[in-house]
């Protein structure tokens, strides 16, 4: 079970710096050739079982969750033919172990500047960190690419699993005097306690809040003026389930 709030991001994914509130709507793609991914060489496919392939392969930096898509083909009026045409979505937590989500098709791209992409397939709410494209073949061309392809996630902290019970993280690390507490919890009725330790493990401050309902940020006073510059380990607890954050104290 996953608890989540009803908030989407996009995260749109280009291949080179490109001003995109420039074009005369946002969706329209440039007609530049070095506006897009291209492959020209197979090499091996992070899939070992694909072999040699074209393939890019897109680390997000965070496991997030997963939505619905929208892709741009190679829209370089010269290599319309160079766009991905069949081709396998893979995503992966790890990098190493893989779920495929599907073959699909993708339309060749026009050429012109009024170029809106397509809509791609939907991960479903699937959480991943790495998203592997594998174009099986093209509209003819001696290469592959595509220009740019845009991914809706669900605000990644947000999420709560069951068995995690609660997701939370403090800021600002380092800090002077107070700290705010940022959770998402499956249990809103449930207190939760904090306990802040020294680098011997001795606790020198501890209390417990009320969680108010749909609120997030909790200011948690630490009195840093009285505590010496250095390092403390800060605990939450809520229903017997822990984190635990580093903190740092500055002058």
């Known amino acids: 079970m996953m608890k989540h709030l009803n908030l989407h991001i996009s995260i749109i994914i280009m291949f080179?710096?490109?001003n995109v509130s420039a074009q005369c709507y946002p969706d329209r793609h440039s007609t530049n050739w070095y506006d897009g991914w291209v492959s020209c060489e197979p090499s091996q496919n992070p899939i070992a079982a694909y072999g040699e392939s074209h393939w890019i392969m897109y680390d997000l930096g965070y496991?997030?969750?997963?939505?619905?898509?929208?892709?741009?083909?190679?829209n370089e009026p010269k290599n319309l033919t160079y766009g991905i045409n069949e081709f396998n979505v893979d995503y992966s937590l790890d990098g190493v172990t893989w779920i495929n989500l599907g073959e699909f098709q993708m339309e060749q791209a026009s050429g012109l500047s009024t170029y809106e992409g397509v809509e791609g397939p939907d991960f479903d709410a699937a959480q991943a960190r790495y998203v592997?494209?594998?174009p099986k073949s093209n509209y003819g061309g001696n290469c592959y690419g595509f220009s740019e392809l845009k991914i809706n996630i669900t605000d990644p902290f947000i999420v709560v699993k069951e068995e995690d019970g609660f997701n939370a993280m403090v800021y600002p690390n380092p800090f002077k005097n107070d700290i705010t507490l940022r959770i998402v919890t499956l249990e809103e009725n449930q207190p939760v306690t904090y306990t802040l330790y020294d680098i011997l493990g001795r606790a020198i401050r501890s209390n417990s809040l009320s969680l108010t309902p749909d609120t997030e940020n909790y200011q948690i006073p630490l009195y840093g003026s009285s505590l010496s510059v250095g390092i403390y380990i800060l605990n939450i607890e809520q229903n017997n389930k822990v984190r635990s954050f580093k903190l740092i104290k500055s002058e």
Not at 63 to 74: G, I, M, P, R, S
């Open 16 to 18: 080179v710096a490109l």
């Open 63 to 74: 496991d997030y969750v997963l939505n619905e898509t929208k892709l741009w083909n190679a």
């Open 132 to 134: 592997l494209i594998t």
